[in-house]
């Protein structure tokens, strides 16, 4: 059981910046993806990115330019830079991982990921 633990959220202004990390127990020796996704009450929880064993990088046009999702192998650890960030980027962020590959059109679903930290809230006003 693959254990996530997400950190560096916080509150800052629109148009302010945020790192987070997530650090994992463990990865994959083979194909995984790795992935931030975002939820606010009322809504569904939604991909804002994602990077494979590979490096290659998902995302949707809404983060795009202004997030940024990189890793760390030899820490074990994912981070998501957010800049510009605006009012509706707020929410509590989650990583997540799939201990196997994943294509760009299902990375940013939820639904093909099987382990999952507890989030970190992100405050923008």
């Known amino acids: 059981h693959v254990q996530l633990v997400e950190s560096g959220g916080g509150s800052v202004q629109a148009g302010g910046s945020l790192r987070l990390s997530c650090v994992l127990s463990?990865?994959?020796?083979?194909?995984?993806?790795m992935g931030w996704f975002r939820q606010v009450p009322g809504k569904e929880r939604e991909g804002v990115a994602a990077i494979g064993s590979g490096g290659s990088t998902s995302y949707p046009d809404f983060v795009k330019g202004r997030f940024t999702i990189s890793k760390d192998d030899a820490k074990n650890t994912l981070y998501l830079q957010l800049n510009s960030l605006k009012p509706e980027d707020a929410g509590m962020y989650y990583c997540a991982t799939a201990s196997y590959f994943l294509s760009a059109i299902h990375r940013l679903r939820e639904d093909y990921y099987d382990y999952w930290g507890q989030g970190t809230q992100v405050t923008v006003s």
């Open positions: 463990e990865v994959s020796p083979k194909e995984y993806c």
